[in-house]
Structure formats: C-alpha cells, structure tokens
C-alpha cells in the first residue's frame, strides 16, 4: 500500500472513530440530532430523535422552517420562532420548549442546542442540532417549587397560629407570670404535634402517640390511654394535641391530676360513619366546680377543637371530676396509603414576576373600620378568634364566620360590608367565594400565607395581606378595600 493510500485509510478510521466516538456520546446523553439544509428547504431527523420525539426518522420538507411548529406546543412556539434571528447572527443557540408528540399526543420538555456553520461569504446553508428530553428534570424543579412554595404556606401559617395563641393567651391572663406560663405551655404542645408529623413527613400522627406525648411525662402512673390506631391528619393532629394539653394542665392545676389520687382516662373509638370519638374522664381528685370565668383553652376545646375535627368538643364539670368528649368526622383522617408523589404545578414563565396585584398599600388606617360589618372566612379557627377578637376592639362588628367553602358561599349571601378571605381552605381555593363578593359588588381582601411572588388568587383586585400579619394589617386593608369601592 502506497503513502498516499495509508494516509486515507487512516484518515477513514479516524473519522469513524469519531463518529463511532459522537454516536456513544449521543446516547449517553439520550441526545437525538438533526439537520435543517435551508437551500433544500429539508429537515432531516436522526433515528435516535425519532425515539425521543416521535418524529418519523429521515427527510422531510422543512417548509421554510415552519413544519416543525407543528409539533411545538403552541404556548411556546412564539417564543422558539424569536430566537431564529439571533441563530443567523450568532450562528448558534440553546433553547427549552414544549413539544407535542405526534405518535401518542404526550407532551414532552425539551432542549435543543445547534449552530449554523458559515460559508467565506458568510452565508448560512445548513443548521445541525440536537434535542435532548428533559422532562423529567422538569417535573423535578417545578415539583421542587411547588413544595418550597407549600412549606412557605405553612411555616407562614404556624407563625399565624402562634401569634394568635400569643394575643388569646394574654387576653385572658392577669399577669406576665401567668401568661408565660400558659404560653409556653401551648407553644410547646404545638411542638410535640410538629415533632409527631415531622417523623412521618407530615402524613399525620396516631391518636396513642398524641396522648402519650401529651400525658406520658406529665403525670407518671395517673393517666392511662388506649384505643384503635387512629391515623390523623396533620390539621387534626395539631387541634386534638392543643385540646389534650389544654385538658392536661387544668387537671394538673384544678383537677384530678393536682392530687396523688386522682387518675385520668382517655379512651377513643371509630365511629361507624367515619371518624372518632375520644373520651377524657377525670376521677379522684378534688371535688370540681364550674369556674366562673371562661378562659381561653375553654374557648379552643368548644370553637375550635370540634370545628378543625369536623366535629364538636364538649367539657362537663361534674361533681367527681371534668369529663370531655372530643367526635371527629372522617375528614380529620388521614389516608394510609404510600407516600403520593408530590403535586407537579402548572409551568411557569422564567421572565420577571409581575408587580402583585391587589397589594396593600397600607395607607388606610385600622379606625376606618369602626362601625363596619365583617364576615370572615379563614380554616384555622385561632386567627378566625383573633380577628374576630381584634376587630370588635377596632370598633367593627363580626356578623359571620366560615371555615370551608360551603359556608362561605353561604355566609356570601348575607347582609355585611366587607368580607375578610383566607386565599386557601383547606385546599381548596376560595376564588368562587370572591367571583361571587365580586358579583355582588361587595369588597374583600385575602389573607394568605403564600410567598410575596403569589399574587391576589386569579388577579382580582383586592388588597392581599401576608401571613402572620397581625390585626392592624387587617383592619387597614380592610378599609383600603372599602376605600375602592
């Protein structure tokens, strides 16, 4: 073999090596590749972006570059076409978009990178690219944003809740002492409730390892518990944690617990239709009284307590000791079943969030309100108190209260000037609430404990106030709404 022949041959086995080389990378990668050869006006797809896309493989008309957006979904496809311009100047690009497949109608995010090799005049003839599937990474960041969204919420939303547990709690104490106390006290029985959710990533707690927390410690020897295993839910589990803690430490101050002989039982059963009902029952102990005062943790065992159960709460002082019974519906159950995926939310833009809508400007005053009928609909019954509580002092009057959007939509059709919205109940959304206000004419403002990206739920125009907020906040975007009307 002569010089010459050598060197091709060589120079062959080089460039299969390469391509043998790019191949393995391609596939590595889950890369397909493509060419656009624009004076043919023909689009040519790889074997291997066939199986990602669906695409048929081989030659196709290009149709000046358009037959492709045939495919692309069409919320993005305005946003592709703008980066041609760009392609021809810079002879290269990087893109993410939509992509429908014409085989089973799946939608799929793609990536797709190329370059356009210039000619010595500087000429464009062909664009060669590859795509690359990444729904999946997708599905991950917007699952990612959706839960740093969800614990926002949610922290906001304790925040919330210890505030209000602050203000009920100083409501009705006479001293600092006692107030630090009884604080201290419920703040740490929403500790145990979180320490119980956080070992099973927040599915719930069992009802036997709520009361053991609460009455394990408190009194060795003179409480007993038993029951089914009943799985609560995590709002559940925070209501019958703070109503066991309440029982607890009047039993241990007044009741059954503040002498040696005194014994307290707490017994539950499932309900037939669904749900539970526990038993407190105190004996033993000092003879009880009615107290002539109602305090608080009386006020979160009867209003608040059975309405986050989905049932009712009931204290009897009998002669021979307290007695409390605690019912429950289905919905304070939470599912044993394997951990869901977490919910993936809707695409959003990478462009700069737009200026919230309906944001407090904080410019009116919490006295405008004086004199004002309120409803408020709010799911966590301790700010619903705490609102409620707050703006009577502001001079408002509180005509209605709801906590799920049945009672909202009913609360809806009543006489009042201005209604006061949770953003969410429970899950669920409270726009019909707001299109129906908004068709009565009457001005609201929501309350939510999303973050300061989320604007007003489907942009109405109204003031939104930011968990934890306190009473003033309310009662100034209360006004500013009755100042847009």
Request: no cysteine; hydrophobic share 45%.
């Amino acid at each position: 073999m002569d010089e010459g022949a050598r060197e091709t041959r060589n120079a062959a086995d080089r460039l299969a090596i390469e391509q043998e080389r790019a191949s393995v990378a391609l596939d590595a990668a889950k890369m397909g590749e493509f060419e656009w050869e624009l004076a043919e006006d023909r689009l040519i797809v790889s074997d291997r972006m066939a199986r990602i896309t669906g695409l048929s493989p081989g030659p196709m008309p290009a149709e000046g570059g358009e037959a492709f957006y045939n495919f692309v979904h069409p919320d993005d496809a305005e946003a592709l076409r703008a980066i041609r311009p760009a392609l021809m100047r810079d002879g290269r690009y990087e893109t993410e978009f939509r992509l429908i497949r014409p085989d089973n109608g799946r939608t799929l995010w793609m990536f797709s990178a190329g370059f356009a090799p210039k000619d010595a005049h500087g000429r464009i003839h062909r664009v060669i690219g590859v795509m690359r599937d990444i729904t999946d990474r997708r599905s991950e960041d917007e699952a990612r944003n959706a839960l740093v969204a969800e614990l926002d919420h949610r922290v906001k939303n304790v925040l919330a809740s210890v505030q209000s547990l602050a203000a009920q709690s100083a409501r009705k104490t006479t001293s600092l002492d006692a107030f630090l106390k009884t604080f201290a006290g419920r703040l740490d029985a929403m500790a145990s409730a979180h320490t119980l959710l956080t070992a099973t990533r927040w599915r719930g707690a069992d009802i036997g390892n709520i009361a053991a927390a609460e009455l394990g410690g408190l009194a060795p020897g003179q409480a007993r518990w038993s029951g089914p295993e009943v799985l609560l839910n995590p709002r559940a589990t925070n209501a019958l944690t703070l109503a066991l803690h309440e029982l607890a430490t009047n039993a241990v101050k007044f009741g059954a617990l503040s002498a040696e002989t005194g014994r307290v039982s707490v017994t539950w059963t499932l309900r037939a239709g669904g749900g539970f009902e526990l038993h407190w029952v105190e004996r033993g102990g000092p003879p009880v009284n009615a107290p002539a005062r109602r305090g608080f943790g009386a006020t979160l065992l009867e209003r608040v307590t059975g309405r986050e159960l989905g049932g009712e709460a009931k204290i009897e002082f009998m002669a021979g000791g307290v007695r409390a019974t605690i019912t429950a519906d289905a919905t304070a159950l939470a599912l044993r079943s394997p951990e869901q995926p977490p919910p993936v939310a809707k695409p959003k833009s990478e462009t700069a969030p737009e200026p919230q809508v309906g944001a407090s400007s904080g410019v009116f005053t919490a006295a405008s309100v004086r004199g004002q009928r309120i409803v408020i609909v709010e799911d966590a019954l301790l700010l619903a108190l705490e609102l409620e509580a707050g703006l009577t002092e502001a001079g408002a009057k509180v005509v209605g209260m709801a906590a799920d959007l049945e009672e909202a939509m009913k609360l809806a059709e009543t006489e009042f000037d201005v209604a006061v919205l949770d953003a969410n109940l429970n899950g669920t959304p409270v726009t019909p609430v707001a299109l129906r206000l908004q068709q009565r004419g009457k001005p609201f403002i929501f309350a939510t404990g999303y973050g300061d990206a989320a604007p007003a739920p489907e942009g109405f125009d109204a003031p939104v106030v930011r968990k934890p907020y306190n009473v003033a906040q309310i009662a100034a975007a209360v006004a500013e709404a009755l100042g847009r009307r």
